[in-house]
């Protein structure tokens, strides 16, 4: 069965510093990745997807991704945080057997002042 | 662009009570999802169509869950009767229909409060 950990319920980090945020997953052929950030009282909004090539996929507000197969893991990235990235994130796979998105439990990410 | 649209945004109703909620999607996409999402976890799929035609509906609760979407457009999500456990934000989205690796698009959602 295809699954998605986020393993940290939330990431704390200082504006201006780095911020990572961990996806791994467990599916049966190739993996497509997604990353969506969810605001208070909104929808999800799609911030970058992996699909082939690159293992470093860039995507919205300055945030990417590195998909590494040995791992299972697509882990979000930003160099330098602000304090209105303070959001929830989830991560979701997909592969070719199915158009159902499995979705992570999220991380909700606070960037401190 | 418009993106997806959700009416309505919050309902609170009595358990055993109907609710119903309308999507409509970004124009030209075929493909229109409704996802359930409980506090504190991910969303899950609930219903996928395809034009006017259900592709998975394998984790919808059939026994109190409907929707339709009869003209392969916009789409409407029924629960009757509302059960406490319902309570969820109710999210519809949408994608162009073609290939698995498209992006699906999301609607603001509704929030759904079951007393």
């Known amino acids: 069965a295809q699954s998605v950990a986020q393993p940290e319920d939330q990431v704390n980090v200082a504006e201006g510093n780095p911020l990572t945020v961990k996806c791994t997953y467990s599916v049966s052929g190739n993996p497509y990745l997604f990353w969506y950030v969810q605001y208070p009282n909104r929808g999800l909004q799609f911030l970058l997807k992996?699909?082939?090539?690159?293992?470093l996929v860039k995507g919205s507000y300055g945030f990417e991704a590195e998909f590494n197969k040995s791992q299972t893991s697509f882990h979000l990235k930003k160099p330098s945080a602000l304090v209105s990235d303070s959001a929830l994130y989830f991560c979701a796979v997909r592969t070719d057997s199915s158009y159902k998105l499995i979705f992570g439990s999220g991380t909700r990410l606070l960037v401190r002042p | 662009e418009a993106g997806v649209a959700q009416s309505p945004r919050y309902k609170i109703i009595e358990k055993r009570q109907s609710v119903a909620f309308w999507c409509n999607p970004i124009?030209?996409?075929?493909?229109l999802y409704w996802y359930q999402q409980i506090l504190g976890q991910g969303p899950k799929l609930l219903i996928q169509?395809?034009?006017?035609?259900?592709?998975?509906d394998s984790q919808l609760p059939k026994d109190r869950f409907s929707a339709e979407r009869l003209k392969g457009v916009d789409s409407t999500l029924k629960i009757q009767p509302a059960k406490l456990e319902d309570s969820a934000v109710y999210l519809c989205?949408?994608?162009?229909?073609?290939?698995?690796?498209?992006?699906?698009?999301f609607g603001p959602g509704t929030r759904l409060l079951v007393l």
């Open positions: 989205a949408s994608s162009q229909g073609g290939t698995f690796q498209e992006t699906q698009y």
């Open positions: 169509f395809q034009n006017n035609g259900v592709v998975d």
């Open positions: 124009s030209g996409h075929a493909t």
């Open positions: 992996y699909i082939t090539g690159d293992n």
